[in-house]
């Protein structure tokens, strides 16, 4: 009898809980056999308001291994960023010249927590700014080439490790020519059970083993829905932080709590050491759930190091049901689905319960630089259609150099993906590919041999049953991505672009120079190329082989194939060889539309200048929407894939991501965008419309007239989303404070006026109630009359000259199509 998904996942969580049928005692308190606390630098002990004692450098001298140490003291008054709870342990710190060691015994052997402070106190002798250094321990590399840059705010680190010996190590190594600095250190015992060995590995979903061998970085520990957690509300004197800044989707989430007291330990190792009861005792969970049945999910990112593999953990308590068996909901990471239909009762038998679930989370799906943790309703037919969350960690595990900070091992051996033992590896696997595909290209020659028309001998050629063993790895049965032009670069394709052998884009880009990189995108890097006749282009290299990169290639190549436009970046050729994918384009010398708006030291666009661009940019999508022969939904709309060239002609590019989607109709598909500009309405529903490009585009707008990012993790909680937040500023009257003061004093209010209406409109909450782009377009030229209206006011204005004219055609405002929703 065959196991669906669903019977699949629910076995994981058993597997991977298998103390649910033991009966340990729950116990919240936690007495650690290793406590080794120091304020480092200090001549006397600190305490703190949680009831930590820190010993002073005198009272553990015999701790230190150093030929020459410092101790330095702050001179002035600390920021106000350091948190008053720690503010004792920042005032001091101990300066390192040489290499030096402190030596820990261990009673008990198992987990460790190892936290480390460090602040660059002021100092007139030492800059410690400049401080590069690393730190290890026995066999682990904490931090390599570590340097503290600003000078306003502490940094934390958060490690736990697992100790076998009876002595522990921390070793200061400086670089040379430099010094290395703490303020303060903990070495503490951890509860064993606090990670067990096994998790649900994601993609493929399966079980993991291993995790007591790894040693981890704490990079986020969140209390989703109630407040900051300090130590001493901890048995494990930890901190969580709210989840404000992480929540993407606030507007569609609604918070409940309820008290401390209520929340139930279960007699399954489920304990207050595992999290404490301030975290199961808020939840988040889907606004409106009861009224209208969602189609979304709720939504929190956090920001990652691509290079490693992360053991997310998710803590659940159901105080949101009146009876069990009432809620299911899906748990999703990355888009990777780990849970589904997940039914807390039956993993608690009450409610109100603390429960948890473990997933690693490997590098090869940490695509962007960021986790996505989801959580969201089932198609089930029973119970409530809702979703809930409480808590997040997310810990960094050590690699294969057993590193939590690059590649280098405690030897100082480069143990990284470029090593001899990493290419072998390569190139085993290499050949075994090579030879199963020969196998496989051979198997296909017979049967097609076989199958061979009666009388192929007579006919002058035979390629009619071959051919398609000669197309490339991108290729169909049906098709061919270059035909039989591969081997001349000077030839058209079947899509009528030319292809560029490898040889030539690795001569264009001095072998893909990293300092000839202009661009870093989803699917690769841009390099600035120069051809043999001098002509200077945009060169995208595939970063892997993956099935998205591989698909957006395609993509993007058909797209630009069939399209042509003043407004849309040209592609002018494409090579697939030797599992390359690399697509040319012709080149953009004022690069990114971003780049001139925040972010980088150029000079400032004018406003005439910036609603030029903004009309270049809505006629391409117009031509996309409506003039191209099947109406396309360019799906990433934002300031980055609009390029300008030398005479700041904007042009929409990166089409990985497009698709057709007939005019009025819309099209169930997976969601994909860019986080600040994706349309919730196609958020929820997943159908996906041309006025998703339309929401998009109004977020770059407002992006325009502030500039400044639409997702700001640093502002305040309600000024996180530009989107969001320029909306709610206009109905409350005070958007000019939002405006760039670059341009502020010198636009025309009335054009002002009628951008920030046509903005606004597009960001509209239902597709149905947004602007056609040629509406959108329409206003922008309309805006711009306005403001060259107002710059020329001795000119009396020509009302018969209401023509926008470009390379392409001249059309009166009147004429542009798609205006019945105005």
Request: overall charge neutral; glycine content about 6%.
């Amino acid at each position: 009898m065959g196991l669906d998904n669903k019977g699949i996942r629910l076995i994981f969580i058993f597997v991977l809980h298998p103390f649910l049928f033991t009966l340990p005692k729950c116990n919240s308190s936690f007495t650690p056999l290793v406590n080794y606390l120091l304020d480092c630098g200090s001549s006397h002990p600190t305490q703190l308001t949680d009831g930590r004692t820190f010993k002073s450098d005198r009272e553990t001298t015999s701790l230190l291994a150093t030929a020459e140490d410092v101790q330095i003291s702050l001179d002035s008054n600390l920021s106000s960023s350091v948190p008053s709870s720690l503010l004792p342990l920042y005032q001091t710190a101990r300066l390192f010249q040489e290499e030096s060691t402190y030596s820990f015994y261990i009673s008990k052997t198992g987990r460790l927590w190892v936290r480390l402070y460090f602040f660059p106190l002021s100092n007139p002798s030492y800059n410690l700014t400049a401080a590069v250094f690393s730190v290890q321990t026995n066999h682990h590399v904490l931090l390599h080439e570590f340097s503290v840059r600003n000078s306003d705010s502490p940094v934390f680190k958060e490690y736990l490790v697992n100790v076998s010996d009876s002595r522990f190590s921390l070793k200061f190594k400086p670089m040379k020519n430099s010094f290395a600095f703490i303020n303060a250190i903990e070495v503490v015992s951890a509860p064993d059970n606090l990670i067990s060995d096994s998790a649900i590995a994601l993609s493929p979903l399966r079980e993991f083993k291993g995790l007591l061998l790894s040693a981890f970085e704490v990079s986020y520990r969140i209390n989703v829905g109630g407040p900051t957690i300090t130590p001493g509300d901890d048995a494990l004197a930890r901190t969580w932080e709210t989840d404000g800044s992480y929540n993407i989707f606030p507007q569609g989430s609604e918070t409940l709590s309820v008290s401390k007291k209520s929340i139930k330990y279960p007699h399954t190792g489920v304990t207050p050491l595992i999290a404490p009861n301030l975290v199961y005792a808020s939840v988040v969970h889907m606004k409106d759930a009861k009224v209208m049945r969602p189609n979304f999910n709720l939504s929190w990112m956090v920001n990652v190091e691509r290079s490693y593999s992360y053991l997310i953990r998710m803590h659940f308590c159901d105080i949101l049901s009146k009876s069990l068996n009432q809620l299911y909901f899906n748990v999703y990471i990355n888009g990777i689905e780990g849970v589904s239909a997940l039914n807390l009762s039956s993993q608690t038998k009450a409610l109100a319960t603390a429960f948890y679930q473990d997933f690693v989370l490997n590098a090869l799906n940490i695509t962007n630089g960021s986790i996505l943790v989801q959580v969201g309703p089932t198609n089930l037919q029973q119970g409530t259609v809702d979703a809930i969350l409480n808590g997040i960690e997310v810990m960094k595990i050590s690699n294969i150099a057993d590193s939590l900070d690059g590649f280098f091992s405690v030897d100082g051996k480069y143990k990284g993906p470029s090593s001899i033992t990493t290419e072998m590896k390569i190139l085993v696997y290499v050949g075994l590919v090579l030879a199963v595909t020969a196998m496989l290209l051979l198997v296909m020659i017979c049967m097609r041999w076989k199958k061979r028309p009666q009388g192929w001998e007579k006919h002058s050629r035979f390629s009619s049953w071959l051919l398609p063993v000669h197309s490339p790895r991108l290729c169909s049965s049906k098709s061919s991505w270059r035909g039989s032009t591969a081997s001349s670069s000077h030839k058209s394709t079947k899509h009528g672009k030319r292809f560029f052998p490898f040889s030539e884009m690795r001569e264009a880009t001095n072998n893909f120079d990293e300092t000839r990189v202009i661009g870093v995108g989803g699917f690769g890097k841009v390099y600035l190329g120069t051809l043999k006749d001098g002509t200077k282009v945009a060169i995208k290299r595939g970063s892997g082989n993956s099935e998205q990169g591989i698909n957006e290639f395609r993509t993007e190549l058909e797209m630009l194939s069939k399209l042509r436009h003043r407004h849309l970046v040209s592609l002018m050729g494409f090579c697939d060889e030797n599992s390359e994918m690399v697509l040319v384009y012709e080149y953009m010398a004022n690069g990114p539309f971003r780049s001139h708006l925040y972010g980088f030291d150029l000079p400032c666009l004018s406003w005439k200048k910036r609603l030029e661009i903004c009309i270049g940019a809505a006629r391409g999508l117009h031509y996309l929407h409506t003039g191209a022969a099947q109406s396309i939904t360019h799906r990433d709309v934002k300031t980055t894939n609009i390029l300008l060239d030398e005479n700041y002609i904007a042009k929409v590019s990166d089409f990985g991501l497009s698709k057709a989607v007939p005019e009025k109709a819309q099209v169930s598909t997976a969601v994909k965008g860019s986080f600040g500009y994706l349309d919730p309405e196609y958020y929820r529903s997943q159908q996906l419309t041309q006025k998703s490009d339309i929401y998009s585009f109004g977020v770059v707008l407002f992006e325009v007239l502030c500039a400044r990012p639409v997702i700001c993790p640093t502002r305040p909680t309600e000024e996180i989303n530009l989107a969001e937040w320029a909306k709610k500023q206009h109905r409350r009257g005070v958007l000019n404070e939002e405006i760039d003061p670059h341009i502020a004093a010198t636009m025309n209010l009335q054009s002002q006026s009628v951008f920030v209406q046509i903005s606004e409109r597009c960001l509209a909450d239902c597709g149905v109630d947004r602007p056609s782009m040629g509406d959108v377009l329409w206003h922008l030229e309309y805006a711009l009359r306005l403001e060259e209206a107002a710059s020329r006011i001795d000119e009396p204005e020509d009302k018969s000259t209401s023509i926008v004219t470009n390379e392409d055609n001249s059309v009166l405002f009147s004429e542009i199509d798609n205006l019945e929703e105005r």
